[in-house]
């Protein structure tokens, strides 16, 4: 939980490309529990993604991306895990019981998703 710190929500309309401002950085630990944080952009993207910190290896069970009450669907990406079992897949599969932990610390370990519809 102590490894989310530096970790980034980021988003973008080329997903060969992450340039633009990162939406939001994580300057806190994790608490082991449910959090959630506000990201104060109101720009239109067709890609969102969380991207691991420094030390991090993504190790979330579950990460959802909300625009205002309406949860944002999609299809799913990122990086595999360590485990044939979880690879980014975990993080969106809705299962408190499965997670998404990459190979390797750093910012290589990503999960995010194709937006579908008007998000």
């Known amino acids: 939980m102590n490894r989310l710190v ?8 080329n997903p060969n490309s992450w340039t633009e401002p990162d939406l939001f950085t994580f300057a806190q630990s994790g608490t082991g529990g449910v959090q959630e944080f506000e990201i104060p952009n109101a720009t239109a993207y067709q890609y969102v993604r969380f991207v691991a910190g420094p030390e991090g290896y993504g190790e979330l ?23 044939s079992n979880n690879g980014y897949e975990a993080a969106f599969d809705g ?3 499965t ?6 610390p ?14």
């Open 6 to 13: 530096g970790a980034k929500i980021q988003g973008s309309n």
């Open 61 to 83: 069970n579950e990460l959802e991306f909300y625009n205002g009450t309406t949860k944002l669907t999609g299809t799913a990406f990122g990086t595999a895990g360590v485990f």
């Open 95 to 97: 299962n408190l019981a």
């Open 99 to 104: 997670q998404w932990h990459g190979t390797f």
């Open 106 to 119: 750093g910012s290589s370990n990503y999960a995010g998703m194709q937006l579908s519809g008007c998000q």
